[in-house]
């Protein structure tokens, strides 16, 4: 049902009041998921960097040194994929957006959704090919 003329005046007028506000505007994008995944995969890019510096400074000098970034890398890396992974997750709830459900509601995690692909393929199967 649309909203009428004056409605829409209201709720434009509060956009811009809590527009206005940059404590409220703090505390709605430090309560945003996506805020934080952004800043998880950043650190991670970064310290992936550094990762990569210390193994060519370590190829330089010390080979102690260079498996050491090598190290740095793969946890960086391990940490941005853990990130990404939770960020897909269907717990998260935007305010005001959207979310997609990946992942079928019966089951959980590669395994689930690889054997229900399998079931299926079984169950598509030709009649023939038994």
């Known amino acids: 049902m649309p909203l009428s ?4 005046r209201l709720f434009e ?3 811009r009041s809590l527009a ?11 309560s945003d998921p996506r ?3 952004r800043r998880r995969l950043l650190v991670a890019a970064g ?7 210390l193994l060519v400074y370590g190829v330089m000098t ?8 090598f190290v740095v890398m793969l946890a960086a890396l391990g940490y941005a994929v853990q990130s990404h992974r939770r960020s897909q997750s ?7 957006g959207t979310t ?17 692909r399998m079931e299926d393929r079984w169950r598509q199967r030709p009649e023939g090919h038994r």
């Open 90 to 96: 269907p717990d998260l709830h935007v305010v005001g």
């Open 47 to 53: 310290v992936v960097i550094a990762g990569l510096a």
């Open 100 to 116: 997609s459900r990946r992942r079928p509601r019966g089951r959980t995690g590669r395994r689930g959704s690889f054997l229900d």
């Open 62 to 69: 010390t080979p102690l040194l260079s498996v050491a970034g």
């Open 20 to 30: 206005e506000d940059p404590k409220f505007a703090s505390a709605v994008r430090a």
């Open 5 to 8: 003329e004056h409605e829409q």
């Open 35 to 37: 805020f934080h995944t």
């Open 13 to 15: 007028q509060i956009e």
